[in-house]
């Protein structure tokens, strides 16, 4: 009997030790589950990097953060930014906007300080990422309806919005009237829109009188072909399902935007812009009774 007692114990005993081991091993299985579950769902910070001419203090959301070049992280979200030139006998004009960090993308902002806003210009580069599996692009200016030209083609007018662009690097030209040139390169990603927000300064620019062709602007332009009816529909989107906007004739010209490759429509700057209407208007006509040329101006 005693002998039973004691095999009856023993086992009892190992029983629980198993049972304990068992608990404590899914307990830290759990925990590391729960730990590994934490640092893949928490929100990734955004990056900014800053460049100014001259350098300048840094600050974010009021506080001291460092001096130019600068490059962190910060939790994603909005944020105000300051930067306070340094260094200069002139009363340089400082800087500040509100600026919205992506998740595990780095913003990028710089700053030409001026002695006044006018003559003060610089650029804002962003991303954010998109469902679609294509490259996107949009250009904002100010002053707005500002000429804005893609790899030397003109595009039309800030502000520039295309929803596909090649994936690749590409330089990005901001011109307007009375005030100083800006040219920059970015690099358009799949799944992501690009926002290229640029600042102007006001300077005189002097035109060189030789007027060489290297000086001249590349832009392409579409050319109304003859058509059965005499005049070519402009459509709001690519297709003969898009919503009729205006009537073009044969002969006329104007800027060309965009092709849609599944139909081969292309889009046109239809109306330049004006007062009231800075983006002017846009509208696609069939490939079929136009034709695409470069003119130089």
Known sequence: MASTAFHVLHSDTMKGLKT?????????????????????????????????TPNSSVFINGSLVG?????????????????????SGESLVPFETSITLEPGIETIVGRNFGTSEDNSSGYIISFQKTKAQTASLVVISQPTNAQVLVDGVSRGFSTYDIS??????????????EYSDFSMTVNTLVGYRLT???????????????????QKIKMNVVTILDTPTGYLRVRSEPGSAGEEIAQVKPGETFPYLDTDVSTGWIEIQYEASKSGLPSGIAGWISGSYATVSAEVR
């Open 164 to 177: 596909a662009i090649a994936p690749a690097k590409h330089t990005v030209t901001v011109k307007s009237p």
């Open 20 to 52: 304990t081991f068992i608990v404590i091993l899914s307990l830290l299985i759990l925990t590391g589950v729960a730990f590994f579950l934490a640092g893949k769902f928490s929100p990734k910070p955004g990056g900014i990097r800053i460049e100014t």
């Open 67 to 87: 001096e130019t070049p600068y490059n962190d992280s910060f939790k994603a979200g909005t944020m105000i930014l300051r930067l306070v030139p340094k260094g």
């Open 196 to 214: 290229f927000y640029v600042k102007l300064g006001q300077g005189n620019i002097q035109e060189n009188p030789s007027n060489s062709d290297s």
